[in-house]
């Protein structure tokens, strides 16, 4: 049976080094509720992300809909289409509108020569989403900030340990948030986390992910559950100790795959940013038909009938989900719209052989029709 390549392969500490983490709960039995695990991957964390604050969560997704709450938001949120749908879903659970600003073709992230002009008197926030490992344009989206008095929220789901000008990406806007899914470059099985600045919204958020409850004899807010628990905890401390190791053996897979296929008139690959420490989280490819002479669709295809399963990330967009039908225009984003008809993420892991990504590049090549 041919065995089959997947887009990401989760990375997981040695067996021994899990069991050797969580032994010391058999004793504790304490296995929920801000344990010992818990405690110390967020200190943990803090320092290796460079953050002034952080709370752990149950998923990313959590993380960023209830730090959208403990801003206390109110009408409309400027954000971008070309992302995962917790993203939006997050700001539509919050009764907030989603205003959708487009891409820029260069890194895929919100362009933020477009963003000021979708500013109006009913703005609140803005949440711009760090794509595949690459950085938004932080500098103009605080200038924008600054000048309308808006919140900033970002999304750093695709950017853990990616540091821009020397620092840490959660150490930007108002707060970040980060999702520690099995797929990502650092995991805790499932589980998310917010940084943040003020000591207040860190109040709200620990308030708020744990039913409301004050203390033990007061609650005086409506929560939510979303408590990550001590065998994620476990997990994301074992993972840390590897997360270097584990960039380091990504950036080989990328190296390779560049190598093959960086001079392939029809396909852009993603490009090095200035100032940026990437975590190589994503290898997307983008397809011009006219040129390369097969479609992302065509190439997706011959890749799958070989038991290779790439991704089309991000497509569709989410201002063209069923559940919002009729409620935004695509056409309002033509460069996110483009690129998300065009673009393929690549399997990319810190374990895959480099014979592996020969494979999958002459497959692709192999798409290629000369005019």
């Known amino acids: 049976m041919r065995n089959e390549i997947l887009v990401t392969r989760s990375s997981m500490p040695a067996l021994e080094e899990y069991v050797d983490e969580i032994k010391d709960m058999w004793e504790s039995h304490w296995l929920t509720n801000m344990g010992a695990k818990h405690r110390q991957l967020q200190v943990r964390l803090k320092e290796y992300l460079g953050v002034e604050n952080i709370d752990l969560l149950t998923n990313g997704h959590m993380a960023l809909e209830l730090s959208l709450q403990a801003m206390k938001l109110q009408g409309e949120v400027i954000t971008t289409p070309f992302t995962f749908a917790s993203t939006t879903h997050a700001i539509v659970r919050n009764g907030l509108t989603p205003v959708f600003c487009d891409i820029n073709p260069n890194d895929y992230t919100i362009d933020t020569e477009k963003l000021e002009g979708l ?28 000048k309308y008095g808006l919140k900033v929220l970002y999304d750093a789901a695709h950017t853990f340990g990616t540091q821009y000008k020397g620092k840490g990406i959660g150490t930007y806007g108002d707060a970040s948030c980060f999702s520690f899914h099995a797929t990502k ?187």
């Open 119 to 146: 500013v109006t008197d009913r703005t609140s926030a803005i949440v711009p989403v760090h794509v595949y490992g690459n950085v938004c344009h932080i500098e103009e989206i605080d200038r924008i900030a600054r």
């Open 185 to 371: 470059v650092f995991n805790t099985i499932e589980g998310g986390a917010v940084s943040f600045k003020d000591a207040e919204f860190g109040k709200i958020i620990y308030q708020l992910k744990n039913f409301g409850i004050r203390d033990q004899e007061v609650v005086d807010g409506v929560g939510a559950n979303a408590k990550m628990n001590e065998f994620c905890a476990a997990m994301g401390l074992c993972n840390l100790r590897h997360v270097d190791e584990e960039i380091a053996r990504r950036k080989k897979v990328v190296t390779r795959y560049n190598e093959r296929l960086a001079s392939v008139n029809g396909i852009r690959l993603n490009q090095p940013q200035k100032d940026v420490k990437t975590n190589y989280a994503y290898y997307p490819v983008v397809f011009d038909e006219r040129i390369f002479g097969s479609s992302r669709n065509e190439v997706f295809a011959a890749l799958e009938a070989e038991g290779i399963y790439a991704r089309k990330y991000f497509y569709p967009l989410t201002n063209t989900f069923d559940c919002f039908h009729g409620k935004f225009d695509a056409g309002r984003t033509p460069v996110a719209l483009s690129v998300s008809k065009r673009v393929l993420t690549l399997p990319l892991y810190a374990d895959l052989d480099l014979d592996i990504v020969d494979r999958i590049c002459d497959v692709i090549l192999s798409c290629r029709k000369q005019k």
